[in-house]
Every structure is written in C-alpha cells, then in structure tokens.
C-alpha cells in the first residue's frame, strides 16, 4: 500500500482521484476536504458500500482523522480486488506522538481546501 501526505493527496486529486473519508458522518459534517465523499468504515457493509457508489476501477485516496482507520480501510479495499488505492497517512487532524506533539501535518494544518 502506498501512503501519501495530505499536499500528495490534494495533488492527485486534481489529476482524477477520489478522496474517500472514512471518518464518521458526524465527523466528516465537521470538516473535511473539499471534494471529499464519505463512506464511513465500520458501517455496514464497507466494503460493497464503495464498489457501489465507485465502481471496481475507482482511483482513490483513503483518509481519516489521523491515518489509523484509512490504513484499515485501504487494506480492505486492496484485498477486496481495488488496484488503485492510496492512503493519506495524516487525515485530517495529523500525527502525533505520545507527548501529543505534531510528528506529521494532515490536511487541516497543511491548510489545505476544507468544506463543511
């Protein structure tokens, strides 16, 4: 799996891929990416929920808050047969260390286009 920064991911979305957030509703309602579509992980069927509104050949780049559940999900994908699947390792909210100190900027911090 190759995991992508947020400035990555904002960059290949202007070449045709999909920014898939995997957050909650109540989370992506908060904030998310501009152009972003949220198809929660852990609710329902994941899995098919995306074959459904994507297609088998949808290009995609998976995000969370901070890159936990977009791993989860892209391996998901990437075993389901999806060939064309990018996690955006920092999310939203970025990484931190245990101190609660920024280690990598998401997509919020690098001040990237943000719908609510």
Request: charged share 30%; aromatic share 6%.
């Amino acid at each position: 799996m190759r995991r992508i920064s947020a400035r990555e991911a904002h960059e290949l979305m202007g070449q045709g891929y999909v920014y898939l957030d995997v957050r909650s509703a109540v989370e992506f309602a908060l904030g998310r990416p501009r152009g972003a579509i949220n198809v929660p992980l852990g609710g329902g069927d994941f899995v098919e929920d995306v074959r459904d509104l994507l297609g088998d050949d949808a290009r995609m780049i998976v995000g969370c808050a901070t890159g936990v559940r977009s791993v989860v999900a892209a391996q998901q994908l990437l075993a389901a047969g999806f060939t064309d699947v990018l996690e955006q390792r920092a999310g939203m909210d970025g990484v931190r260390d245990v101190f609660g100190r920024l280690k990598e900027r998401g997509w919020r911090d690098e001040g990237l286009p943000i719908e609510e």
